[in-house]
């Protein structure tokens, strides 16, 4: 069985995008010279520069296309292979900081201030970071040292002037401010940035007289008059609604198509019950942004108030549908849910109308009280009434600090080409890197190179057979199954793939699907006789004896007097009992090849069985030193050590058998007996309590962890699962269930 190639179609993606490719054409021809010149440590080198280049470049992509979560994963990526590029860390804080992941923003950040204590990308940023997570004065402290370093970094003093803002330290903020617009000049865009920061931090009427001055510099400055005519409400409520309607009037007779003027105009004329006057406004704002649940929201309300009720149900099955979250505007899906509802009744649909309802009702018992108080007060127009508050539909400070611009629909179209260009170059690369990896028999790390190129590009050819292969051949069968189900499910033909699936559930002890695959790859390769013995132990383990039988007969016609024969036939005279009968095939296994594997494992559970323990040590020792990472083997050399007294190396084993297999109950419950046989009650009570969560069936388990409970002082626990014991004895006493221990039972 081989692994699949890609060396070739790295070149011909190099030349399908020949201009991204060129940068990357010099590495890939050094790797390739170094893997004929038999340097696979060379080339390795050379395809990591590669990787360190593609995902540099796609982390760099993904930040252009505002796809941070997706930039911070290639940038991280990236930074493993290029650790001290201050450049790169930046970068990677920069899509964290976008990506809201503000608190893991701030380790890259930190490494890149070791290597390059003045660098004043990384001090801006680390105070915007600070900023974000309410941390004013390290924001502080962070900014007025890249202003040190660099003065004309306009975008750091307007953040510094926020955090003195946040921190309430007006004169130091309007200080930076007032200098900021003495050397740039007194401009409207600059004034309403300003006003802008000053409304977001609470500072209403400073935020409106900045406004005023932008818009006397320039009355058609896009927003300025919307911007004024929010802080009217924001500052003063109801009270301003005429004022704030003729700012939303002015802005729109300068720029028609701006939304937030239509949408806020909407809202001004629903709150004033003006549904007529709404509906035009608000129908604009929906169209300028039809993914926007909110215009749709109030449109429902403006039908509902005009008794246009069927229009008003496709408002609100839209604000519904667009919805993105429950918090969403002050909990708005559930109103609509509410006035859903209520037009359905209205037009005689009581049925659906009072599962809207329901809907509402249980939505709203999620929310906190004082969630639901401001929601109440949010829809319903009356209340607005004398208030001096209006709803807070704008962002807060962090808002200008962390906007972003997202590309034109053609300057996207390019992103994506490019980024799904450097995403086939990274799985190409990593899977020549496991290729390489994989020439030196280190499959485990070849195994986790295919992974990588598999998470990246699983639709790259024959990744999914490479990643089971190399799984496989590391002996890691449990990890080989997925990839190697993959496939067969995308190449039913794959007969390598078939026979690789097969052993790996016939060695996870899957018999059950290990059978049918075994039964089919003996019939294509009836002339291999390392088949014959798992898929005749594969039948056996299911009672399936006849079939089973079969098999024999036929590994005996094609492979003569092996060791597999012998040692199968061991298991089934050890599995009717007659233990002298299996011991002496299973030596007969032996003195044909003495590195046979698991014949000496039958051995040492049959010597266990009969309780014969130095026999069944001295086996499953011989066993181990065949095949140092056989679990099971480990797990009852494990066990009968413990059995013998030898608690300081049973004990070492057993916990290594619980790290490598975590769900292993047996393996917890033996662990925690032996803590509690040696006085370490609380190393016992973790170890059985895990133990009784994976086998809550099992009476001796409930048994020993309430012994735990009781010798730490904790009664009531400790009665409850002695109890517990007790009636789970009773059941497998009737038949109910099994009750028993299966820890001396081979799993094979």
């Avoid at 990591?48 to 252009?64: F, M, P, Q, V, W």
């Avoid at 994506?416 to 690369?429: H, P, Y």
């Avoid at 695959?517 to 594969?538: C, F, G, M, N």
Wanted: glycine share 6%.
């Amino acid at each position: 069985m081989y692994l699949r190639s890609s060396l070739v179609p790295l070149l011909v993606l190099l030349v399908a995008f020949q201009s991204p490719g060129d940068s990357f054409r010099k590495h890939y021809e050094t790797a390739e010279a170094r893997r004929t010149a038999g340097d696979l440590a060379g080339a390795e080198a050379a395809y990591r520069e590669i990787l360190a280049d593609a995902y540099h470049k796609l982390g760099r992509s993904y930040t252009a296309q505002a796809d941070y979560s997706a930039s911070v994963a290639a940038l991280e990526a990236a930074a493993l292979y290029r650790p001290d590029s201050v450049e790169l860390l930046v970068e990677l804080s920069i899509a964290c900081f976008h990506a809201e992941q503000y608190q893991k923003g701030i380790e890259p950040l930190k490494r890149a201030l070791a290597r390059d204590p003045q660098s004043v990308a990384a001090r801006h940023m680390l105070g915007k970071t600070f900023f974000m997570l309410g941390e004013f004065e390290k924001a502080v402290a962070e900014l007025e040292s890249a202003l040190k370093l660099a003065p004309k970094d306009y975008d750091a003093a307007y953040t510094l002037g926020l955090a003195h803002l946040k921190r309430r330290e007006f004169q130091s903020a309007k200080q930076i401010y007032d200098r900021m617009i003495e050397q740039l000049g007194d401009r409207p865009q600059l004034r309403v940035l300003i006003g802008r920061a000053y409304r977001e931090t609470g500072f209403l009427a400073e935020a409106i007289e900045e406004f005023k001055k932008a818009a006397r510099l320039d009355p058609k400055f896009p927003r300025v008059h919307y911007y004024l005519g929010l802080t009217y409400l924001l500052k003063d409520g109801a009270a301003r609604l005429p004022d704030a309607a003729e700012e939303f009037r002015i802005e729109l007779a300068a720029n028609p198509e701006e939304f937030f003027a239509n949408y806020y105009l909407g809202i001004v004329h629903t709150i004033e019950r003006k549904w007529a006057a709404s509906l035009g406004f608000l129908q604009k704002a929906a169209a300028l942004q039809p993914d926007n649940p909110d215009p749709y929201f109030y449109l429902g309300q403006a039908y509902q108030g005009l008794e246009r009720h069927a229009e008003a149900i496709e408002a609100f099955r839209k604000a519904i549908a667009l919805n993105p979250s429950l918090r969403h505007n002050d909990y708005q899906v559930t109103n609509a849910h509410y006035r859903l509802g209520q037009s359905l009744v209205k037009i005689g649909r009581k049925d659906e109308g009072e599962r809207e309802l329901k809907i509402a009702a249980d939505l709203k018992t999620k929310a906190f009280k004082r969630d639901e108080a401001k929601v109440d007060a949010f829809v319903n127009a009356a209340d607005l009434k004398g208030q001096n508050k209006f709803p807070e539909l704008v962002s807060q400070a962090g808002g200008i600090v962390a906007e972003s611009k997202r590309p034109s629909a053609k300057a996207s179209e390019a992103l994506k080409n490019e980024s799904a260009f450097f995403v086939k170059l990274i799985a190409t690369a990593h899977n020549n890197i496991g290729m390489l990896r994989a020439e030196r028999r280190d499959f485990r790390a070849a195994a986790e190179q295919f992974g990588h190129a598999a998470r990246w590009n699983p639709s790259h050819q024959g990744i999914d057979y490479n990643l089971g292969l190399a799984h496989f051949k590391s002996e890691a069968y449990k990890d080989a199954i997925a990839p190697l189900e993959r496939e067969l499910k995308a190449n039913r033909s794959n007969l390598s793939a078939r026979q690789l699936l097969g052993l790996s559930y016939f060695m996870t002890d899957d018999y059950a699907k290990a059978s049918p695959l075994l039964t089919e790859v003996v019939a294509a390769k009836p002339s291999e006789a390392a088949l014959y013995y798992p898929l005749a132990l594969s039948l056996s383990k299911q009672g399936k004896t006849d079939a089973a039988a079969r098999v024999v007969k036929q590994m005996i016609a094609m492979g003569g007097n092996t060791p597999q024969i012998h040692i199968l036939l061991g298991q089934a005279y050890y599995e009717q009992g007659d233990a002298t009968r299996a011991l002496a095939e299973l030596q007969t296994a032996l003195s044909l090849d003495a590195r046979a594997p698991l014949a000496h494992f039958y051995a040492g559970l049959i010597h266990l069985k009969t309780g014969k323990h130095d026999e069944a040590t001295r086996e499953f020792e011989a066993e181990l030193a065949l095949n140092p990472s056989d679990v099971q083997t480990r797990y009852h050399l494990a066990y009968v050590l413990l059995a013998r007294q030898e608690t300081t190396r049973g004990l070492k084993l057993m916990r290594e058998v619980v790290e490598a297999m975590p769900d292993l109950a047996d393996a917890r419950f033996e662990l925690g007996k032996t803590l509690l046989q040696q006085g370490d009650t609380r190393g016992a009570i973790e170890s059985l309590e895990l133990a009784a969560r994976l086998a809550p069936e099992q009476a001796h388990v409930h048994y020993q962890l309430g012994r735990a409970y009781l010798a730490a002082g904790r009664k009531p626990e400790g009665e409850r699962h002695l109890e517990i014991s007790r009636q789970l004895k009773e059941k497998a006493r009737t038949g109910s269930s099994s009750g028993t221990n299966s820890s001396n039972q081979p799993n094979r």
